[in-house]
T-cell receptor, first 115, second 115 residues
Framework: AQSVTQLGSHVSVSEGALVLLRCNYSSSVPPYLFWYVQYPNQGLQLLLKYTTGATLVKGINGFEAEFKKSETSFHLTKPSAHMSDAAEYFCAVSKMNSGYSTLTFGKGTMLLVSP | GAVVSQHPSRVICKSGTSVKIECRSLDFQATTMFWYRQFPKKSLMLMATSNEGSKATYEQGVEKDKFLINHASLTLSTLTVTSAHPEDSSFYIC???????????FGPGTRLTVL
């Protein structure tokens, strides 16, 4: 069975500060890992994904994440927060042997950015 | 490319009535569509997987007779909430998987309020 744990339901940062959103996963097979962002009353937008290859993945809006198999982690980072980054962020895992067939989401982390 | 739309974006209905939500892939063919439910300040829970031309596969705990899913074409899937009750009030999000690629693209969501 797969599961995703996002540490911290809320993360607060100041504008310009480092953003770090934590995600740990559990999977019986090599995983595909995703980060999505959701703005209020909207659907999900893919930020980045890890499938195979390079473990440091760069996404949109300056975000990146690093797959660390030994730590079963896929933390999301951004060097400098912007006010527009305030949103809900979801980490998700999918089973590699079935492609992208189903996604299991974490509970989400709300990123708050203050001036 | 890879745009998914949902209609309506917001619906309010009386208890006991049925509501249909449409999910369309606008610029690609989607062999598989997924329906999620999101409670306030909660993560997305997969309700069912819908394959074009065949019966939907429901997740454990999801009532098939209450949440009717039809995937009649490669660009359209519908979710009908039958005999809706206030506890069915939620944010419903669909996603569509690009045939041959596998990545899921999400719709903007439908806010259902049952009075």
């Amino acid at each position: 069975a797969q599961s995703v744990t996002q540490l911290g339901s809320h993360v607060s940062v100041s504008e310009g500060a480092l953003v770090l959103l934590r995600c740990n996963y559990s999977s019986s097979v090599p995983p595909y890992l995703f980060w999505y962002v959701q703005y209020p009353n909207q659907g999900l937008q893919l930020l980045l994904k890890y499938t195979t290859g390079a473990t440091l993945v760069k996404g949109i809006n300056g975000f990146e994440a690093e797959f660390k198999k030994s730590e079963t982690s896929f933390h999301l980072t951004k060097p400098s927060a912007h006010m527009s980054d305030a949103a809900e962020y979801f980490c998700a895992v999918s089973k590699m042997n079935s492609g992208y067939s189903t996604l299991t989401f974490g509970k989400g982390t709300m990123l708050l950015v203050s001036p | 490319g890879a745009v998914v739309s949902q209609h309506p974006s917001r619906v309010i209905c009386k208890s006991g009535t049925s509501v249909k939500i449409e999910c369309r892939s606008l610029d690609f063919q989607a062999t598989t569509m997924f329906w999620y439910r999101q409670f306030p300040k909660k993560s997305l829970m997969l309700m069912a997987t819908s394959n074009e031309g065949s019966k939907a596969t429901y997740e454990q705990g999801v009532e098939k007779d209450k949440f009717l899913i039809n995937h009649a074409s490669l660009t359209l899937s519908t979710l009908t909430v039958t005999s809706a009750h206030p506890e069915d009030s939620s944010f419903y999000i669909c996603s569509a998987r690009v045939a041959g690629v596998g990545e899921q693209f999400f719709g903007p969501g439908t806010r259902l309020t049952v009075l």
